[in-house]
């Protein structure tokens, strides 16, 4: 069974920075791709970033571009979201999600491709 629990949330200011873990088990292959998403409240759940464990390709949606950075550690099964210049609009519910079989990606994957979800972690940053 795959498990992943995200930790790192937190309260910052509006400019402060937070690292996010992902720390994950059970996956059946070598390659999964595993991504970050954020749900605020009255809002739907929106992909932030995506790396991909076999080769370290990853995607960014545009509104953190620049400013988040995803990476992972494969001894550690664990993937990381360092999110620094943060915004007031960047409060949500982080979540990280996997997928198994895939080597490397070109783009953001669609949510409806991940198979398995932790619960979440409150990032609030006030402004």
């Known amino acids: 069974e795959v498990q992943l629990v995200e930790s790192g949330g937190g309260l910052v200011q509006a400019g402060g920075s937070l690292r996010l873990s992902c720390v994950f088990s059970?996956?059946?292959?070598?390659?999964?791709?595993i991504g970050w998403f954020r749900q605020a409240p009255g809002k739907e759940r929106e992909g932030v970033a995506c790396?991909?464990?076999?080769?370290?390709?990853?995607a960014y949606t545009d509104s953190v571009k620049g400013r988040f950075t995803i990476s992972n550690d494969n001894a550690k099964n664990a993937v990381y979201l360092q999110m620094n210049s943060l915004k007031p609009e960047d409060t949500a519910v982080y979540y990280c999600a996997g997928v198994n079989s895939i080597y490397t990606i070109a783009a953001m994957l669609p949510t409806s491709v991940y198979d398995y979800w932790g619960r979440g972690t409150q990032v609030t940053v006030s402004s």
């Open positions: 790396i991909a464990t076999g080769d370290g390709s990853a």
């Open positions: 059970g996956f059946t292959f070598d390659d999964y791709a």
